[in-house]
Nanobody, 126 residues
Framework: QVQLQESGPGLMKPSQKLALTCSVS??????????WDWIRQPPGKGLEWMGT???????YYSPSLKSRTSISRDTSKNQFTLQLSSVTPEDTAVYYC??????????????????WGQGTQVTVSS
């Protein structure tokens, strides 16, 4: 089990660029076959997957956010970072980082999350 901790500004103004960092302890972000995700939950809505950086440094993004999102990592600090440009009030949400892995059993294979950060509130308001 690893520990994940999000950090970043709690209050943003529209059009600014959000940067959130997830610090990981108890395991390396380069460990094979783990994916490190950013997920958010707007008020009153469900979870929204934003993107991921893999153990291999490959990145994938939600199509709806791809034009504004960038995820990178710093292996020396065991951290990965989300950048979201041109924020609007619709980007107000609790932002989570989480670890995902590919699990196979007799009934098949699927992705599972095993560790999450506690989440950090980001509010976008003028």
């Amino acid at each position: 089990q690893v520990q994940l901790q999000e950090s970043g500004p709690g209050l943003m103004k529209p059009s600014q660029k959000l940067a959130l960092t997830c610090s990981v302890s108890g395991g390396s972000i380069t460990t094979d076959y783990y994916w490190w995700d950013w997920i958010r939950q707007p008020p009153g809505k469900g979870l929204e997957w934003m993107g991921t950086v893999a153990w291999s440094d490959t990145t994938y993004y939600s199509p709806s956010l791809k034009s504004r999102t960038s995820i990178s990592r710093d292996t020396s600090k065991n951290q990965f970072t989300l950048q979201l440009s041109s924020v609007t009030p619709e980007d107000t949400a609790v932002y989570y980082c989480a670890r995902r892995y590919y699990y196979c059993s007799g009934s098949g294979c699927q992705y599972k999350y095993d560790d999450w950060g506690q989440g950090t509130q980001v509010t976008v308001s003028s």
